[in-house]
Protein backbone atom coordinates (compact mmCIF):
# COMPACT_ATOMS: atom_id res chain seq x y z
CA UNK A 1 0.00 0.00 0.00
CA UNK A 2 1.38 3.39 -0.86
CA UNK A 3 0.62 7.01 0.76
CA UNK A 4 -0.60 9.44 -1.58
CA UNK A 5 1.43 12.39 -0.86
CA UNK A 6 -1.62 14.78 -1.55
CA UNK A 7 -3.99 12.79 1.15
CA UNK A 8 -1.40 12.99 4.18
CA UNK A 9 -2.44 15.69 5.94
CA UNK A 10 -1.23 16.41 9.42
CA UNK A 11 -3.73 17.14 12.10
CA UNK A 12 -2.64 19.05 15.69
CA UNK A 13 -4.70 19.16 18.34
CA UNK A 14 -5.62 22.52 20.28
CA UNK A 15 -6.11 22.92 23.38
CA UNK A 16 -8.40 26.25 24.36
CA UNK A 17 -9.20 25.66 28.45
CA UNK A 18 -7.05 27.74 29.92
CA UNK A 19 -10.07 28.45 33.31
CA UNK A 20 -8.67 25.80 35.75
CA UNK A 21 -6.07 26.95 38.24
CA UNK A 22 -3.19 23.87 38.01
CA UNK A 23 -4.27 22.30 34.60
CA UNK A 24 -3.11 25.46 32.78
CA UNK A 25 0.77 24.73 32.95
CA UNK A 26 0.16 21.00 31.92
CA UNK A 27 -2.09 22.51 29.10
CA UNK A 28 0.46 24.96 27.92
CA UNK A 29 2.78 22.34 27.61
CA UNK A 30 0.55 19.82 25.76
CA UNK A 31 0.41 22.90 23.30
CA UNK A 32 4.07 22.93 22.55
CA UNK A 33 3.77 19.19 21.68
CA UNK A 34 1.24 18.44 19.01
CA UNK A 35 -0.21 14.84 18.99
CA UNK A 36 1.34 12.81 16.18
CA UNK A 37 0.59 13.68 12.43
CA UNK A 38 -2.40 11.61 11.19
CA UNK A 39 -2.30 10.29 8.06
CA UNK A 40 -5.39 9.64 5.87
CA UNK A 41 -4.11 6.77 3.16
CA UNK A 42 -5.97 6.53 -0.19
CA UNK A 43 -5.61 2.59 -1.92
CA UNK A 44 -3.84 2.98 -5.41
CA UNK A 45 -4.62 -0.15 -6.98
CA UNK A 46 -1.57 -1.30 -9.44
CA UNK A 47 -4.09 -4.00 -11.76
CA UNK A 48 -7.63 -4.77 -12.57
CA UNK A 49 -9.03 -8.20 -13.37
CA UNK A 50 -12.38 -7.92 -14.89
CA UNK A 51 -14.54 -10.71 -15.80
CA UNK A 52 -18.36 -11.36 -16.16
CA UNK A 53 -17.62 -14.25 -12.93
CA UNK A 54 -20.70 -15.39 -13.87
CA UNK A 55 -20.09 -17.20 -11.66
CA UNK A 56 -16.48 -17.08 -10.06
CA UNK A 57 -14.52 -20.27 -10.84
CA UNK A 58 -11.40 -22.06 -9.20
CA UNK A 59 -9.86 -20.96 -12.54
CA UNK A 60 -10.78 -17.20 -11.95
CA UNK A 61 -9.58 -17.27 -8.88
CA UNK A 62 -5.77 -19.30 -9.29
CA UNK A 63 -5.62 -15.76 -11.76
CA UNK A 64 -6.55 -13.50 -8.49
CA UNK A 65 -4.06 -15.48 -6.64
CA UNK A 66 -1.00 -15.07 -8.95
CA UNK A 67 -1.52 -11.43 -10.16
CA UNK A 68 -2.50 -10.75 -6.04
CA UNK A 69 1.34 -12.23 -5.41
CA UNK A 70 2.55 -10.20 -8.11
CA UNK A 71 0.90 -6.83 -7.60
CA UNK A 72 0.58 -5.17 -4.45
CA UNK A 73 -3.28 -3.57 -4.81
CA UNK A 74 -5.55 -5.86 -7.11
CA UNK A 75 -9.06 -4.74 -8.21
CA UNK A 76 -11.28 -7.13 -9.35
CA UNK A 77 -14.22 -5.82 -11.28
CA UNK A 78 -17.39 -7.58 -11.80
CA UNK A 79 -19.17 -6.58 -15.18
CA UNK A 80 -22.48 -5.57 -15.46
CA UNK A 81 -23.67 -5.22 -18.32
CA UNK A 82 -27.53 -4.67 -18.84
CA UNK A 83 -27.62 -6.14 -22.51
CA UNK A 84 -26.00 -9.58 -21.23
CA UNK A 85 -28.13 -12.10 -19.55
CA UNK A 86 -26.36 -13.17 -16.17
CA UNK A 87 -27.32 -16.02 -13.97
CA UNK A 88 -26.28 -14.15 -10.95
CA UNK A 89 -26.84 -10.70 -10.24
CA UNK A 90 -24.17 -8.47 -9.79
CA UNK A 91 -24.33 -8.21 -6.42
CA UNK A 92 -24.35 -12.33 -6.10
CA UNK A 93 -21.24 -12.63 -8.23
CA UNK A 94 -19.43 -9.74 -5.57
CA UNK A 95 -20.32 -11.00 -2.91
CA UNK A 96 -19.38 -14.60 -4.10
CA UNK A 97 -16.04 -13.21 -4.82
CA UNK A 98 -15.66 -10.82 -1.76
CA UNK A 99 -15.92 -14.40 -0.03
CA UNK A 100 -13.17 -16.30 -1.90
CA UNK A 101 -10.51 -13.30 -1.47
CA UNK A 102 -11.10 -12.47 2.10
CA UNK A 103 -7.87 -13.52 3.00
CA UNK A 104 -6.20 -11.79 0.12
CA UNK A 105 -5.86 -8.00 2.10
CA UNK A 106 -4.53 -6.51 -0.93
CA UNK A 107 -7.89 -7.54 -3.48
CA UNK A 108 -10.58 -5.47 -3.22
CA UNK A 109 -14.18 -6.49 -5.33
CA UNK A 110 -15.98 -3.70 -7.47
CA UNK A 111 -18.91 -3.82 -9.73
CA UNK A 112 -18.81 -1.33 -13.14
CA UNK A 113 -21.25 -1.07 -15.26
CA UNK A 114 -19.53 0.40 -18.26
CA UNK A 115 -16.35 0.25 -20.37
CA UNK A 116 -13.65 -0.88 -18.02
CA UNK A 117 -11.39 1.63 -19.74
CA UNK A 118 -13.68 4.21 -17.81
CA UNK A 119 -13.24 1.92 -14.73
CA UNK A 120 -9.11 2.09 -15.19
CA UNK A 121 -9.47 6.35 -16.23
CA UNK A 122 -11.32 6.70 -12.58
CA UNK A 123 -8.86 4.74 -10.22
CA UNK A 124 -5.73 5.65 -12.60
CA UNK A 125 -4.83 1.60 -13.05
CA UNK A 126 -2.62 1.02 -16.04
CA UNK A 127 -2.66 -2.52 -15.88
CA UNK A 128 -5.20 -4.67 -17.08
CA UNK A 129 -5.07 -8.50 -16.25
CA UNK A 130 -7.15 -11.38 -18.69
CA UNK A 131 -6.47 -15.19 -18.18
CA UNK A 132 -6.02 -17.27 -21.41
CA UNK A 133 -7.04 -20.44 -21.52
CA UNK A 134 -5.60 -21.59 -25.08
CA UNK A 135 -5.45 -20.11 -28.67
CA UNK A 136 -9.34 -19.26 -28.89
CA UNK A 137 -9.05 -17.20 -25.77
CA UNK A 138 -5.75 -15.45 -27.16
CA UNK A 139 -7.81 -14.16 -30.11
CA UNK A 140 -10.26 -12.93 -28.81
CA UNK A 141 -8.69 -11.60 -26.09
CA UNK A 142 -6.14 -9.94 -28.20
CA UNK A 143 -8.51 -8.04 -30.50
CA UNK A 144 -10.22 -6.80 -26.84
CA UNK A 145 -6.65 -5.61 -25.48
CA UNK A 146 -6.25 -3.47 -29.41
CA UNK A 147 -9.95 -2.01 -28.72
CA UNK A 148 -9.32 -0.82 -25.59
CA UNK A 149 -5.84 0.25 -26.40
CA UNK A 150 -7.32 2.60 -28.73
CA UNK A 151 -9.61 3.59 -26.44
CA UNK A 152 -7.65 4.47 -23.84
CA UNK A 153 -3.61 4.13 -24.75
CA UNK A 154 -2.02 4.10 -21.55
CA UNK A 155 -3.34 1.14 -20.56
CA UNK A 156 -1.14 -2.44 -20.65
CA UNK A 157 -2.99 -5.75 -21.38
CA UNK A 158 -1.11 -8.69 -19.41
CA UNK A 159 -2.14 -11.89 -20.19
CA UNK A 160 -1.57 -14.82 -17.73
CA UNK A 161 -1.53 -18.57 -19.06
CA UNK A 162 -3.81 -20.44 -17.11
CA UNK A 163 -2.89 -23.11 -14.48
CA UNK A 164 -3.29 -26.77 -16.85
CA UNK A 165 -5.64 -28.22 -13.30
CA UNK A 166 -8.06 -25.57 -14.97
CA UNK A 167 -7.73 -25.39 -18.78
CA UNK A 168 -10.96 -26.34 -19.40
CA UNK A 169 -13.17 -24.49 -16.51
CA UNK A 170 -15.36 -21.92 -18.04
CA UNK A 171 -18.14 -20.25 -16.20
CA UNK A 172 -20.84 -21.17 -19.22
CA UNK A 173 -20.30 -24.80 -18.79
CA UNK A 174 -20.20 -25.12 -15.34
CA UNK A 175 -23.66 -23.55 -15.45
CA UNK A 176 -25.01 -26.23 -17.78
CA UNK A 177 -23.32 -28.85 -15.87
CA UNK A 178 -25.03 -27.55 -12.61
CA UNK A 179 -28.23 -27.23 -14.24
CA UNK A 180 -28.16 -30.79 -15.26
CA UNK A 181 -27.51 -31.22 -11.88
CA UNK A 182 -23.92 -32.42 -12.79
CA UNK A 183 -21.12 -32.65 -9.59
CA UNK A 184 -19.08 -29.00 -9.99
CA UNK A 185 -16.99 -29.42 -6.92
CA UNK A 186 -13.79 -29.40 -8.28
CA UNK A 187 -14.83 -26.65 -10.69
CA UNK A 188 -16.17 -24.08 -8.04
CA UNK A 189 -15.04 -23.32 -4.57
CA UNK A 190 -17.95 -24.74 -2.35
CA UNK A 191 -19.77 -21.79 -2.04
CA UNK A 192 -20.53 -21.67 -5.64
CA UNK A 193 -21.42 -24.97 -5.69
CA UNK A 194 -24.11 -23.67 -2.86
CA UNK A 195 -24.77 -21.39 -5.25
CA UNK A 196 -25.86 -23.20 -8.06
CA UNK A 197 -27.75 -25.85 -6.88
CA UNK A 198 -30.46 -22.87 -4.93
CA UNK A 199 -30.46 -21.33 -8.45
CA UNK A 200 -31.03 -24.51 -10.30
CA UNK A 201 -33.28 -26.20 -7.97
CA UNK A 202 -35.70 -23.08 -7.97
CA UNK A 203 -34.85 -22.63 -3.88
P1 LIG B 1 -15.62 -12.29 -19.67
O1 LIG B 1 -17.08 -12.21 -20.02
O2 LIG B 1 -15.00 -10.94 -19.43
O3 LIG B 1 -14.78 -13.16 -20.59
P2 LIG B 1 -15.23 -14.38 -17.70
O4 LIG B 1 -15.72 -14.40 -16.28
O5 LIG B 1 -15.66 -15.47 -18.59
O6 LIG B 1 -15.61 -12.94 -18.22
O7 LIG B 1 -13.63 -14.37 -17.69
C1 LIG B 1 -12.90 -13.33 -17.08
C2 LIG B 1 -11.43 -13.54 -17.37
O8 LIG B 1 -11.00 -14.74 -16.73
C3 LIG B 1 -11.11 -13.71 -18.85
O9 LIG B 1 -9.86 -13.11 -19.12
C4 LIG B 1 -11.02 -15.20 -19.02
O10 LIG B 1 -10.19 -15.56 -20.10
C5 LIG B 1 -10.41 -15.60 -17.68
N1 LIG B 1 -10.70 -16.97 -17.31
C6 LIG B 1 -11.90 -17.58 -17.25
N2 LIG B 1 -11.78 -18.87 -16.89
C7 LIG B 1 -10.43 -19.08 -16.73
C8 LIG B 1 -9.63 -20.23 -16.38
N3 LIG B 1 -10.19 -21.41 -16.15
N4 LIG B 1 -8.30 -20.07 -16.32
C9 LIG B 1 -7.74 -18.88 -16.60
N5 LIG B 1 -8.42 -17.78 -16.93
C10 LIG B 1 -9.76 -17.86 -17.00
Redesign the pocket.
Known amino acids: MRLHPCTAIPLHRVYTDYCIPGSAVNQYLALLTPSPPCFIVERMFEAA??????P?????L??IERASSIFDELAVVV?ENRQ?NYLFSAQERLEMLNEMVKSRKNVRCFIWESLIVDFMKKENIKLL?????GMD?FS??FELSMMNKALYPHIETLF????PR???????SIKELASFHGDVSLMVPPLVVEALKKKYSGV
Open positions: FPGSFDPTLGHNIAKIRGIRDYEMTTDYIVLRSS
